[in-house]
């Protein structure tokens, strides 16, 4: 069974950093493109950042020029390295990937982490 399980959020001030990390794992051929998403209180999930599996990024406006998104394709592992957080940063950040695994036969699906709080606060 494939999982992706996001950690590294928390509450922080503004002007400060977090870096979040998201692990892939469980039967796993490769992955593809990797992103993150956040959802704040009544509003819809919005792309933050994503990057290829070649490692081209694409960031959400508000976000760029702040947060980094990276891979190590190694280890199936996402990273998002937030600075200068802002309050309107708050809210749950998930994980997403394709990834081609295994369930009852091979397929490529997309997966979600569970999420992790993020909460910028003075």
């Known amino acids: 069974q494939v999982q992706l399980v996001e950690s590294g959020g928390g509450l922080v001030q503004p002007g400060g950093s977090l870096r979040l990390s998201c692990v892939a794992s469980?039967?796993?051929?490769?992955?593809?493109?990797m992103g993150w998403y956040r959802q704040a209180p009544g509003k819809q999930r919005e792309l933050v950042a994503v990057?290829?599996?070649?490692?081209?990024?694409n960031y959400e406006d508000s976000v760029k020029g702040r947060f980094t998104i990276s891979r190590e394709s190694a280890n199936n592992t996402l990273y998002l390295q937030m600075n200068t957080l802002k309050p309107e940063d708050t809210a749950v950040y998930y994980c997403?990937?394709?990834?081609?695994?295994?369930?009852?036969?091979?397929?490529?699906?997309?997966?979600w982490g569970q999420g992790t709080q993020v909460t910028v606060s003075s």
């Open positions: 469980g039967s796993i051929a490769s992955i593809h493109s």
């Open positions: 997403n990937a394709a990834i081609v695994g295994y369930t009852s036969t091979w397929n490529t699906r997309s997966y």
């Open positions: 990057i290829t599996n070649n490692g081209r990024t």
